[in-house]
């Protein structure tokens, strides 16, 4: 894989908070990720679930979420950053976003971002080797 990612590149985009948005999150996602010559699956479904909790827990009206990406030869992080720092994303019973984030990523958490803004992000190895998912604040 350090063929592919010599060194850490990154891709950052910001997008309405509407359902719309988070879609094209994804796809979004699944074409840099082409791009650099990474496995799709997993991050696509991790932007997914991320980008819809930013749209609809943590939208805020007349302001944007934003999407990270940054790859190295071992790891993907994607982050999420909403307008809704004061809403800390948590699994519950209902809904199963997040538990499908911590199925697919090697970590995840939540951390303040700029105020009033919050990121939730997830790291996925690239090298194809996985450990069972853990959380970090």
Do not use: Y
């Not at 990612?5 to 879609?23: E, G, K, M």
């Amino acid at each position: 894989m350090s063929d592919v990612i010599p060194q850490l590149v990154d891709f950052h985009v910001q997008l309405s908070a509407t359902p719309r948005a988070a879609r094209l999150a994804r796809l979004l996602t699944v074409e840099q990720l082409r791009g650099w010559g990474l496995p799709l699956v997993e991050p696509a479904h991790i932007v997914a679930e991320l980008a819809a909790n930013a749209v609809t827990h943590g939208r805020v009206p007349g302001r944007d979420f934003r999407l990270a990406l940054k790859a190295t030869p071992e790891v993907l992080l994607i982050e999420v950053t909403d307008a809704r720092g004061d809403r800390v994303p948590r699994i519950r019973d209902a809904g199963c976003g997040l538990v499908i984030v911590e199925a697919l990523a090697e970590r995840w958490g939540v951390r303040e971002g700029p105020p009033p803004c919050k990121v939730v992000w997830a790291e996925v190895l690239t090298t194809g080797s996985r450990r069972p998912a853990t959380r970090r604040a």
